[in-house]
């Protein structure tokens, strides 16, 4: 038996289940469930003129068909507008069946419920809607000149507008020895977990209670919506995520139209229905981001030190707003990184177009903000014919300044202070293992070969840990197992193995013994949810602060029962014992069966072991006066303020001089996420992160066409990376404790991909000195870059 504890390595519990094929997803529930599909438009703007669904009454298996104008109450209301900000002076959100327009093309109009998906798809093939076209808005700056409106009622397509001013920055641009203005574009790009959305509900007639699968980050959200739309007591709902197969982010908008309605007609119809999303409704109807066009003015000193940074942003966010405008807040918000310029402005607006909406996707706004930033530092350092990290080492916020307040406001309304870091020991361990200093003499060796290689370096940091808040419930039962439980969900983080990590250190339990059950509103109906690399910071704590109530309750009853002190006591291997003797010991499981006095009258073994620790006999369980029964306890833990992880990559790419292919060389990552609870997981995150920035940097691209139509709507024309196309990854780590949270732990979940496209954007250019200033950077697109510079 080992007993580890917290910041070992260990394998993730969870994989050989997931890797033998016994996870349990949605699809693999409800297999005699009906089906739903959804006839959605194939239009980007458009106003609905009629609706025909006669063909389709013929389909044999059919069971319903809902529009718009089936819906009652509440369940055809819009969708809620999650989070609210005073800047978003035009939120939007659709209606769950689309009501007289269409906005993007993929937008349910129709849903159909029959004996399977095949007849399902079917009906909706046979039913058809007939739609007068209206001008579409695409492309952020269509949207910006405002030629035609997505929203009659949103003047200029403008969702929201927001400045944040920190010293006068066009005045020290304006007086600064240095200045330079450039523009900088993201192209659209999605998240892409292998399993799409899916929700499966089943309505028990009896108990008039309703319980519903999804594949989410958020379950105990979805049951708020949904008691709120079916008029339903939460009490009658319950929402588990089974195994989810990948978010990313896409999975936490809650609720999705589909998550409404397949729970609402399951009631209605009293069945069992399921509905899954296929590949293209997860391309045109999901949640896509990242598109972004930056234009920034930047004026420096001799050293390359930022005197002022003036940044103005034209955000897409789509045809909604249901998530409010988190992803360009979080962009303008955490654009500075490590750097502390003299003088900041930032303005962006955020324009409705006719495209799919915009949630935040893994990093959430800040790979746009990052590669702002460290485009900045490398012109800046052509401009001076400065060393790129020494630009970089310059404007550092110093070790000694923490807690560093950057003057602006976080998402979550409160100011954005840095907590703890070290960005110079940073920058020499990130170029220690990339082999920066060396790298003259290896792009000499390499041109003699006839090979461009490149160098380049990103940093970023990021707030992780949001609140409000998040709780954990643990348990021990008479056979010494622990229990722990908390609301938010895992797809893929490894919650199972960090929780039980954490709970076996605290309690002293081995690790064995501790089993963890994640997004499940049975078990714990409290939560906000897995996103914005939270789950180590929230929910970790708050099961480490439920451990140590019930430790300290632990203590209290054996003390009770071995005649000591509790403070003498402490807890190994599942066994309370007196410190230094330990032979005065009780296991925890008859501490567990002592804290129940029904359960310790039948259980004849907890007598004698409660006997023999005490010396004596004891019909009576041996327990202080005043405890509740069980041994268990509950606790939440609510941050002051974020805390802020924060991390430096490097890459050496080569590129082909005739085909422009690039091709990532080395690539290493230094990551500071505070506390490390497991390494091995924190590694494994920052693996799929970087594969993921790998992606955005180099392939993923949403391509939609002038009428708003998604031409790359699979993988055959959506690139993502094979693990042939991601490099193999150095890692260090760094641990500065955050000095905010008990456990000292900062969230690891999005930093992979937060600096990738920065890194790649700095290699390439290194290696074929012409500027790149938007990403993704395929090989064609490179090719343009070339002829465009030699022609210049
Ligand atoms: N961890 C640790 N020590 C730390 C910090 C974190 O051991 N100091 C561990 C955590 O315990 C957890 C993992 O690292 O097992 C990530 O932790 P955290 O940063 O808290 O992130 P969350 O668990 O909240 O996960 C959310 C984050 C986000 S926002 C996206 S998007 C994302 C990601 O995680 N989506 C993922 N990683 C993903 N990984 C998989 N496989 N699938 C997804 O959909």
């Given at each position: 038996m080992s007993t580890s504890m917290f910041g070992e390595p260990i394998a993730r519990r969870e994989d050989p289940r997931l890797l033998t094929g016994q996870g349990r997803y949605?699809?693999?529930?409800?297999?005699?469930a009906l089906a739903a599909a959804f006839v959605r438009s194939p239009h980007a703007h458009a106003r609905i003129t009629g609706i025909d669904v006669d063909d389709a009454?013929?389909?044999?298996g059919l069971v319903a068909i809902y529009t718009y104008?089936?819906?009652?109450g509440q369940v055809?209301?819009?969708?809620?507008?999650l989070i609210p900000h005073p800047?978003?002076?035009h939120g939007r959100t659709g209606y769950p069946l689309a009501r007289d327009?269409?906005?993007?093309?993929?937008?349910?109009?129709v849903m159909v419920v029959a004996r399977d998906r095949y007849l399902a798809e079917d009906a909706a093939e046979r039913i058809r809607v007939d739609y007068e076209v209206l001008p579409p808005v695409v492309g952020i700056e269509n949207a910006a000149a405002a030629?035609?409106?997505?929203?009659?009622?949103?003047p200029g397509n403008v969702g929201a507008h927001l400045v944040q001013e920190v010293g006068d920055a066009p005045a020290a641009i304006e007086n600064a020895p240095h200045r330079l203005e450039f523009r900088l574009d993201i192209e659209r790009s999605a998240s892409m977990p292998l399993e799409g959305r899916g929700v499966y509900a089943r309505w028990d007639p009896d108990d008039r209670s309703l319980r519903v699968y999804s594949s989410t980050q958020t379950s105990t959200s979805v049951r708020m919506a949904l008691a709120a739309r079916l008029g339903?007591?939460?009490?009658k709902i319950e929402v588990i995520a089974p195994d989810?197969?990948?978010?990313?982010?896409?999975?936490?908008?809650?609720?999705w139209p589909e998550e409404v309605l397949v729970p609402w007609a399951a009631r209605l119809l009293g069945r069992e229905i399921k509905w899954t999303e296929d590949r293209r409704e997860h391309f045109v109807a999901a949640a896509h981001e990242r598109g972004q066009v930056q234009h920034v003015r930047v004026g420096f000193d001799d050293a390359g030190r930022i005197l002022g940074l003036d940044v103005t942003i034209l955000h897409d966010h789509g045809?909604?707003?249901?998530?409010?405008?988190i992803v360009p807040i979080v962009t303008s918000t955490q654009l500075l990184g490590p750097y502390k310029p003299g003088a900041y402005r930032v303005e962006f607006t955020s324009l409705y177009t006719n495209t799919v909406i915009v949630t935040p996707y893994r990093g959430a706004g800040r790979p746009q903000g990052v590669f702002c930033m460290e485009r900045t530092m490398d012109k800046i350092a052509a401009h001076l014919g400065l060393d790129r990290a020494e630009v970089r080492a310059a404007n550092f916020i110093q070790p000694?300044?923490?807690?560093?307040?950057?003057?602006l406001t976080f998402q979550d309304g409160r100011p954005l202070i840095y907590d703890s870091g070290d960005y110079p020991r940073m920058l020499d361990m990130i170029k220690e293992l990339i082999g920066w200093d060396g790298f003259e003499a290896e792009r000499e060796a390499a041109r003699r070969a006839g090979r461009r290689i490149g160098i380049g370096l990103g940093c970023y940091v990021e707030g992780t840990g949001v609140g409000p808040y998040e709780g954990g419930h643990v348990e021990v039962d008479s056979t010494g197992r622990v229990h722990v439980a908390t609301g938010l969900t895992s797809q893929g983080q490894g919650h199972q193995t960090v929780f039980a990590q954490i709970a076996a250190a605290e309690l002293g339990?081995?690790?064995?013994d501790v089993t963890v059950t994640t997004g499940d509103t049975r078990r714990f109906g409290y939560a906000v949810g897995?996103?914005?690399?939270r789950a180590a910071v929230m929910s970790g704590n708050a099961i480490a602060l439920a451990c140590r109530k019930v430790r300290e309750k632990a203590l209290r009853i054996a003390g009770e029962a071995l005649e000591a002190?509790?403070?003498d006591l402490e807890i190994t291997d599942g066994v309370v014992h007196v410190r230094g003797n330990p032979s005065a010991a009780i296991p925890l499981r008859t501490v567990a069966v002592l804290s129940n006095p029904l359960r310790y009258a039948f259980d004849e073994e907890a007598r004698r072991a409660t006997q023999f620790a005490v010396g004596g006999s004891s019909d009576e369980p041996p327990v202080p006066a005043g405890e509740e029964p069980g041994l268990e306890g509950r606790d939440y833990y609510s941050p002051v303020r974020s805390t802020f992880a924060s991390g430096m990559h490097a890459a050496v790419v080569e590129v082909d001089p005739d085909t422009a292919e690039i091709r990532i060389l080395r690539y290493a990552v230094v990551h500071d996420c505070?506390?490390?609870?497991n390494p091995r997981i924190v590694e494994g995150q920052i693996h799929g992160g970087v594969a993921q920035g790998v992606g955005g940097a180099l392939y993923e691209r949403m391509v939609y066409d002038e009428s708003g139509?998604?031409?790359?709507?699979s993988f055959m024309d959506f690139l993502m990376p094979y693990a042939t196309e991601v490099p193999r990854i150095r890692t260090g780590h760094m641990q500065t404790p955050s000095p905010l949270n008990p456990l000292g732990i900062k969230g690891a979940g999005?930093?992979?991909?937060?600096?990738v496209s920065a890194v790649i954007a700095s290699a390439v250019e290194d290696a074929e000195g012409i500027r790149i200033?938007?990403?993704?950077?395929s090989p064609d697109g490179l090719f343009r870059l070339r002829r465009r510079a030699a022609a210049d």
């Open positions: 949605l699809d693999d529930l409800g297999r005699d009454l013929d389909v044999d104008e089936d819906l009652p055809g209301d819009p969708l809620p507008l800047a978003l002076t327009v269409v906005r993007y093309v993929g937008e349910p109009v030629e035609h409106l997505v929203h009659d009622d949103v339903l007591p939460k009490t989810v197969g990948g978010g990313f982010g896409v999975k936490v908008v809650h609720p045809a909604y707003t249901p998530y409010g405008i000694d300044e923490f807690p560093y307040d950057q003057g339990v081995p690790i064995e897995t996103f914005a690399s002190d509790p403070r505070g506390r490390l609870i139509q998604l031409l790359n709507a999005e930093a992979g991909v937060i600096p200033d938007a990403m993704p950077l």
